[in-house]
């Protein structure tokens, strides 16, 4: 019966300048303008959620605090708006994070979609708070569209440690 826990998949901690450039071309990636549509998936998001549950050490809160902080800044936005919701994304992965390492990746973006869900809700209820309106409820499908992609992130970034695991399953 195949089950969806999976203990100890990947032992081996991905090298520093892959999670650091994975997030820095993600970053870019969000300066252009597909990002405006309310139903974008947050990609930058979903990729500093992965990287602070899968290797917490190297990637935190703080780090999402300044990514949020450089996004609200190119949108000439609410200052803190991406970077609380960052910060909160952070918190939600650095929070489930040794849950998440123990289930494949469709369950693991089971586990983050009330993250970006409530990351998003919150952020939102601010702008909409000091705006005096609100936006409508588009921006949910940006937190459901995030965590469904969140399999094809987790696979992409797992990439380089699933071919150093095959190279020593070979050698024995």
């Known amino acids: 019966m195949p089950s969806n826990v999976e203990p100890e998949r990947l032992a081996h901690a991905a090298h520093g300048a892959f999670v650091w450039g994975t997030l820095l071309l993600v970053w870019l990636a969000s300066l252009l303008p597909w990002r405006q549509w309310a139903g974008a998936p947050d990609v930058l998001a979903l990729v500093i959620a992965f990287w602070c549950a ?5 990637v935190g809160m703080v780090a999402a ?6 996004l609200d800044v190119h949108d000439a936005g609410l200052l803190g708006g991406h970077a609380l ?3 909160l994304v952070a918190y939600g992965a650095f929070a489930l994070h040794r849950r998440l390492q123990r289930f494949d990746l469709w369950s693991q973006a089971m586990h983050m979609l009330p993250v970006f869900f409530v990351a998003q809700l919150v952020s939102q209820l601010i702008m909409a708070w000091l705006a005096g309106a609100w936006p409508g409820w588009q921006w949910a499908l940006g937190a459901l569209l995030t965590a469904a992609i969140w399999p094809l992130g987790g696979w992409v970034l797992h990439l380089p440690q699933r071919r150093y695991d095959d190279v020593e399953s070979s050698a024995v």
């Open 54 to 58: 899968h290797e917490p050490r190297r």
């Open 65 to 70: 605090f300044i990514f949020g902080l450089l």
């Open 85 to 87: 919701s960052y910060t």
